[in-house]
């Protein structure tokens, strides 16, 4: 079983960038999915979450507004688009598999996570 995060890079504040985490070895329709962040010295910090279905989303306040997570379960595929970047949203991106159905913010809940994408935003 894989996490695949990819769509990382560098870009000027205010700018936008899609991440996608594919998955592969096993079918996540059935679970929550989950996108979590983590600055150099810092802790992993929850960005935003989804149910199974897709009609339920959470978000972190700081994200809220810029981000929005949506999924595509015929591709195995969560994506998180990212608008109106800050220098602060630097950081390590990971996605996560939780284990049920619907979505939580405690990194603890999620059993399967990607190898992380790097975004950088610059002032």
């Known amino acids: 079983v894989q996490l695949q995060a990819s769509g990382g890079g560098m870009v000027q504040a205010g700018g936008s960038l899609r991440l996608s985490c594919a998955a592969s070895?096993?079918?996540?329709?059935?679970?929550?999915m989950g996108w979590f962040r983590q600055a150099p010295g810092k802790e992993r910090w929850f960005v935003a979450a989804i149910a199974f279905s897709g009609g339920s989303t959470d978000y972190a306040d700081f994200v809220k507004g810029r981000f929005t997570i949506s999924r595509d379960n015929a591709k195995n595929t969560v994506y998180l688009q990212m608008n109106s970047l800050k220098p602060e949203d630097t950081a390590i991106y990971f996605c996560a598999a939780h284990r049920y159905s619907i979505q939580s913010r405690r990194p603890q809940d999620y059993d399967y996570w990607g190898q992380g994408t790097q975004v950088t935003v610059s002032s």
């Open positions: 070895g096993r079918s996540f329709s059935s679970n929550a």
